[in-house]
């Protein structure tokens, strides 16, 4: 009995792992497409985001874009606090072009927000990311370049936080990416992230943008349209990157977990095959763990064998070469919580935004 699961741990195993190779040789570098400046709405929606506002706004004061190309399209989705305040004293200091709108009624999701904050922008380029982000003064300008015409483009997601659930958090959101950007590279994209990407407007038309109604991972829905009309990139560069705030509660980053579960229906095969892959990786761990300690460090250290092979390149272009020894950790963060998740999310409520 030990020997079969062993033998089954083993081949589980090597199939996650086949995966991590696919992944890592679909990675593709940064191209310069065009130097030359294009005319971008830079699109931030905020709901109750007073606390961490100054910190995108003081990111976006220190952009070096042409101001006569750049305009900042804030969205003040349904707020209690002093976040439309916020928006108001910035658009009279700002070194671009600001416009604010004030979303009252309707959905209460984020895309709502990001309809009508399209519907005022007059950019031919569309930049998206959120209040609790930064990043730094070139960030637009390199992003950009790498983004031609027809093209939804994104970079990676950085999360901040020297605590181990930040840094837990921060690699699940590069494995995320790292396996994005290497399905990309092949030519089978399958998402970017809404804090960090740029489109081309006339393909985010032709796509039908932003789905009506409650949306809850509009950037993957956009991402699957565009697939049929357009290109997806995505940027494994430290200089196309966001950096963003950990979820600071358990309950809080499992409701990000399922607003994204809710949204990975409309993931085509190969996204699901990812996904199923996963599980089952995780779903062997648990297995392993039932039997013997020694199958279960068996089963953990394959896994995280796979997940060192995904991370260690992104880590170290985005100088992070100091987290690589967490990625076991990281390993077993990840079974952890998506077996939580399995159980969780029959018993969750609709998800929510900002409150």
């Given at each position: 009995?030990?020997?079969?699961?062993?033998?089954?741990?083993?081949?589980?195993?090597?199939?996650?792992?086949?995966?991590?190779?696919?992944?890592?040789?679909?990675?593709?570098?940064?191209?310069?497409?065009?130097?030359?400046?294009?005319?971008?709405?830079?699109?931030?929606?905020?709901?109750?985001?007073?606390?961490?506002?100054?910190?995108?706004?003081s990111?976006?004061?220190?952009?070096?874009?042409?101001?006569?190309?750049?305009?900042?399209?804030?969205?003040?989705?349904?707020?209690?606090?002093?976040?439309?305040?916020?928006?108001?004293?910035?658009?009279?200091?700002?070194?671009?072009?600001?416009?604010?709108?004030?979303?009252?009624?309707?959905?209460?999701?984020?895309?709502?927000?990001?309809?009508?904050?399209?519907?005022?922008?007059?950019?031919?380029?569309?930049?998206?990311?959120d209040?609790e982000?930064?990043?730094?003064?070139?960030?637009?300008?390199?992003?950009?370049?790498?983004?031609?015409?027809?093209?939804?483009?994104?970079?990676?997601?950085?999360?901040?936080?020297?605590?181990?659930?930040?840094?837990?958090?921060?690699?699940?959101?590069?494995?995320?990416?790292?396996?994005?950007?290497g399905f990309?590279?092949?030519?089978?994209?399958?998402?970017?992230?809404?804090?960090?990407?740029?489109i081309?407007?006339?393909?985010f038309?032709?796509?039908?943008?932003?789905?009506?109604?409650?949306?809850?991972?509009?950037?993957?829905?956009?991402?699957?349209?565009?697939?049929?009309?357009?290109?997806?990139a995505?940027?494994?560069?430290?200089e196309?990157?966001?950096?963003?705030?950990?979820?600071?509660?358990?309950?809080?980053?499992?409701?990000?977990?399922?607003?994204?579960?809710?949204?990975?229906?409309?993931?085509?095969?190969?996204?699901?095959?990812?996904?199923?892959?996963?599980?089952?990786?995780?779903l062997?761990?648990?297995?392993?763990?039932?039997?013997?300690?020694?199958?279960?460090?068996?089963?953990?250290?394959?896994?995280?064998?796979?997940?060192?092979?995904?991370?260690?390149?992104?880590?170290?272009?985005?100088n992070?070469?100091?987290?690589?020894?967490?990625?076991?950790?990281?390993?077993?963060?990840?079974?952890?919580?998506?077996?939580?998740?399995?159980?969780?999310?029959?018993?969750?409520?609709?998800?929510?935004?900002?409150?």
């Amino acid at each position: 009995m030990v020997n079969l699961a062993f033998y089954l741990i083993t081949a589980v195993s090597s199939l996650y792992f086949l995966f991590a190779v696919f992944i890592v040789l679909g990675r593709r570098k940064p191209k310069v497409l065009s130097t030359a400046h294009k005319r971008i709405s830079l699109l931030i929606p905020a709901r109750n985001e007073a606390r961490d506002l100054p910190r995108v706004l003081s990111s976006i004061a220190k952009l070096d874009y042409p101001a006569e190309l750049l305009e900042v399209v804030l969205v003040n989705h349904k707020s209690t606090d002093d976040t439309l305040k916020l928006m108001r004293e910035f658009a009279v200091k700002s070194p671009f072009r600001v416009k604010i709108v004030s979303v009252m009624e309707g959905a209460d999701c984020k895309a709502a927000a990001l309809r009508a904050g399209i519907a005022a922008a007059n950019g031919d380029f569309l930049a998206f990311t959120d209040a609790e982000a930064r990043f730094e003064a070139d960030w637009l300008k390199k992003i950009a370049i790498s983004c031609g015409n027809n093209t939804l483009a994104g970079g990676p997601i950085i999360i901040e936080g020297d605590d181990f659930f930040a840094r837990m958090q921060n690699l699940d959101w590069l494995h995320f990416f790292a396996a994005g950007s290497g399905f990309a590279g092949w030519g089978i994209p399958q998402s970017v992230f809404g804090k960090n990407m740029l489109i081309d407007r006339k393909l985010f038309t032709t796509a039908g943008g932003f789905s009506e109604g409650m949306v809850w991972t509009e950037d993957l829905e956009l991402a699957e349209r565009c697939k049929k009309w357009g290109k997806i990139a995505l940027f494994p560069a430290t200089e196309c990157a966001v950096y963003s705030l950990p979820e600071p509660t358990a309950p809080s980053f499992f409701r990000q977990k399922i607003r994204w579960l809710k949204g990975s229906a409309n993931i085509d095969s190969w996204g699901l095959s990812v996904m199923i892959t996963a599980l089952v990786m995780d779903l062997t761990i648990l297995f392993a763990a039932f039997n013997s300690i020694a199958l279960f460090l068996w089963a953990w250290l394959l896994k995280s064998l796979a997940d060192v092979v995904v991370l260690t390149g992104l880590l170290y272009k985005l100088n992070l070469r100091k987290d690589i020894w967490l990625v076991p950790f990281y390993s077993l963060f990840a079974a952890i919580y998506r077996i939580a998740l399995l159980l969780i999310y029959p018993l969750a409520q609709n998800p929510r935004w900002r409150q």
